[in-house]
């Protein structure tokens, strides 16, 4: 694996597993330093000790509610004095307690959808500009969903707030250009428990609405993740990448 990160301060938010691990074992493997965060000072403890197997850079846990802001800043602040630096911010948390017709949505779940994965985001970012970025530049990736680019009929509310996410990356790309750059990646439908309830009835016919015939592995969105903060994509910022087996390309979702 390519240590093209190495020393580099990163935070990578709802990493305690699925896409989120996967991201910080990414960038643990090329030699980033990496603080990783969910709710649960257990799992994260788990976590890190499995990332820190893999070599590389140095892993730290910090458990604390994405949408709470003092949490926020507590995450923010430890990974800058424990790394001297925080080069590198993944708001990979999401949550979707929504299904079916918006018809019958409760609000409240809706309104707690849009701060988590769209409020918290911009929070994250708000600290690590304020603690490191605005001063001497970054990347930032967050974690959006091909929901967030057509309607599921399904999973509305979460598809709208990963297109608020969408529209928030590319505000925020040229907000904070030229020394910050942002991008998000949109995966299709991910092994994860987080997706479990969008395959597990019948993965063999989930998987057959994709081009390449399989759903996604955390690591095909990892992967992506870490080019976008690499140097490598020096020139890209305010995008959004699909990654998600063509199925858009096919006109469904």
């Known amino acids: 694996m390519s240590?093209?990160?190495?020393?580099?301060g990163a935070l990578v938010s709802g990493a305690s597993r699925g896409i989120g691990f996967a991201v910080a074992a990414e960038l643990v493997g090329r030699g980033a330093n990496v603080l990783i965060t969910a709710r649960?000072?257990?799992a994260l403890d788990e976590a890190a000790e499995k990332l820190r197997a893999l070599g590389g850079g140095k892993v730290?846990?910090?458990?604390?509610?994405?949408?709470?802001t003092e949490a926020r800043a507590a995450q923010v602040a430890t990974a800058v004095a424990e790394f001297g630096s925080l080069d590198v911010l993944v708001n990979n948390t999401g949550i979707n307690p929504v299904y079916g017709s918006l018809m019958d949505a409760d609000l409240d779940a809706v309104r707690k959808i849009f701060d988590v994965n769209v409020v918290a985001a911009l929070g994250y970012v708000q600290?690590?500009?304020?603690?490191?970025?605005?001063?001497?530049?970054?990347a930032v990736v967050n974690l959006a969903s091909v929901a967030g680019i057509r309607s599921t009929g399904v999973i509305g509310a979460y598809g709208a707030s990963k297109a608020a996410l969408i529209r928030l990356t590319e505000e925020l790309a040229w907000q904070l250009g030229p020394t910050i750059r942002v991008n998000a990646v949109a995966p299709g439908v991910v092994k994860t428990k987080f997706a479990d309830a969008l395959y597990s009835a019948d993965e063999e016919a989930a998987a057959n609405a994709y081009p390449m015939k399989r759903l996604g592995a955390p690591e095909d969105?990892?992967?992506?993740?870490?080019?976008?903060v690499s140097d490598q994509a020096a020139w890209i910022t305010?995008?959004?990448v699909r990654v998600d087996g063509g199925l858009l390309a096919t006109g469904g979702i």
Not at 60 to 68: E, K, P, Q, T
Not at 127 to 138: F, I, P, T
């Open 3 to 8: 240590n093209d990160l190495e020393g580099k």
């Open 40 to 42: 649960k000072q257990d």
């Open 60 to 68: 730290v846990a910090v458990a604390g509610n994405s949408g709470d």
């Open 127 to 138: 600290e690590a500009y304020k603690a490191w970025m605005r001063d001497h530049g970054g």
């Open 221 to 228: 969105v990892a992967g992506l993740v870490a080019f976008l």
């Open 238 to 240: 305010g995008e959004t």
